[in-house]
């Protein structure tokens, strides 16, 4: 069953390619997808010994900061001291529901989750920064911008990152 308010099947709060306008359908279907050859595998220490760090695609920044626009390839750093209530969330779009974000802003940037996993010692430390690109842009275009945030979080020792594509 779709909620008509928030375009979401009950069963699975997923959307569906055929809730979509038309045009939104024809732009995700013609979208060139990159083709890997392999898997990327990088050896690391224990969980419990990594420093991890979250990067987003939901368009978050700390207030203040320049807000994304459409289209935008690069990325805004978010230090994890930024406060829930001094974080942004600028990704605009008809298909883009803010529900889960308004209730608990976990959802797209789990910060408390990680500091508690941190606190556990399930994991071994938070990066002292996180990062947000703008979610429905074009991959080849954040490339640049996704080799220097590797360089930055290589820089930060981080050897963990949760990846939030919104």
Known sequence: MVDAKQGLTEESNMARMEEFLPAAQKTYQELECPTFQGKP?????????????????????????????????????????????????????VNFDRTGWQRDVNVVYPIDRLNELAAMGTIGSVAATHYSFMGATDPKLMEANARELAGKLHADQVDGVVLLPV
């Open 41 to 93: 595998f990088v050896a690391g220490p224990p969980l419990n010994r990594r420093r991890i760090a979250i990067v987003s695609s939901a368009g978050l920044l700390p207030r203040g900061e320049k807000p994304f626009a459409g289209g935008d390839a690069d990325y805004r750093a978010i230090p994890s001291t930024t406060r829930p209530a001094d974080l942004l969330l600028s990704h605009v779009s």
